[in-house]
């Protein structure tokens, strides 16, 4: 809806505008209206869902952790994997979402210096939950095979 | 949400939700060191008492609580891996902010952090991998 509104503005400043310094200031006026706030509250709701699912998986693993300290020994070690490995992959879905969150906010950055920071940033996220997925794949393996 | 956006701050929620996940590692590592106290004494207590065919199933109940202790610190370092995850989102949002002299020196500190917190876990992971080999051969 805010595209369309967006869209709807820029067409109107080609109609009325003499030239192309008379656009630039409406789009951009357009974009600090619109888009800046839109963005802003997307990105606030991924990042915070992002922060829950990491939450919930910590608050899952500690309570499957208190479950556990029951049981025997050797039955504990590889109960404790298991936590690990769902704990990991809450990681992982956090991370997808933080590496979306990021990318949107690529739309705001302005100096390359920040766009250096950012694409750093989201390049170690992607790494991470590279090797995470690597991770779990190979503890799956593992735990096919003891089973 | 807008009305509300003002009066939040997304730092302060994810540095809460990060200190209550610290508490749950610090709880992991506890239980870990308590449990591996208990069970070192009892397994010394035994093997004083037993003779030396039945030393050697202690032996291997040994090599268990090793693993169990071992087992229980990666579990309390992937608290942390997902703690510094999300202290890593913090610094993206600081980004957006125009304070670039406090969001340099956050943000290297906090990557110093969350560099040294997955180069341990790769570490432990390491020996204990190696540590399984040894006791499977």
Redesign the interface.
């Given at each position: 809806m805010d595209g369309i509104v967006i869209v709807a503005i820029a067409q109107e400043g080609l109609l009325r505008g003499t030239g192309t310094e008379n656009q630039s200031p409406l789009v951009s006026e357009v974009t600090e209206s619109f888009l800046v706030p839109y963005i802003n509250y997307l990105t606030f709701g991924i990042d915070i869902a992002a922060g829950l699912i990491i939450g919930l998986s910590a608050i899952f693993a500690l309570i499957s952790f208190i479950k556990i300290l029951i049981k025997p020994i050797k039955e504990q070690t590889q109960s404790k994997e298991t936590i690990r490995l769902n704990l990991t992959r809450g990681m992982l879905l956090a991370l997808d979402f933080e590496i979306g969150s990021d990318i949107l906010k690529t739309i705001l950055l302005p100096s390359v210096r920040e766009l250096t920071i950012l694409a750093a940033i989201v390049g170690i996220r992607i790494v991470l939950s590279w090797s995470l997925s690597k991770e779990i794949e190979r503890h799956s393996t593992v735990i096919k095979e003891e089973t | 949400?807008?009305l509300l956006?003002p009066y939040?701050n997304?730092e302060d929620?994810?540095f809460t939700?990060t200190l209550?996940?610290d508490i749950?590692a610090i709880?992991?590592i506890a239980?870990s060191v308590i449990?591996t106290i208990y069970?070192l004494s009892l397994y010394k207590f035994k093997s004083l008492l037993s003779s030396a065919a039945a030393k050697t199933t202690s032996i291997s109940n040994l090599n268990?609580?090793q693993?169990?202790f071992v087992?229980?610190f990666?579990?309390a370092l992937?608290?942390e891996?997902?703690n510094t995850?999300?202290k890593?989102?913090v610094?993206?949002?600081l980004?957006?902010d125009k304070s670039?002299t406090t969001?340099s020196d956050s943000?290297i500190n906090n990557f110093i952090i969350?560099v040294m917190v997955?180069s341990i876990r790769i570490a432990i992971k390491q020996s204990l991998g190696r540590f399984k080999k040894r006791n499977s051969s």
């Open positions: - | 949400m807008s956006l939040i997304i929620i994810i939700i209550v996940i749950f709880s992991v239980v449990q069970y268990i609580i693993r169990n087992t229980g990666i579990l992937e608290f891996a997902a995850i999300l890593m989102g610094f993206t949002s980004v957006i670039s969001l943000f969350f997955i």
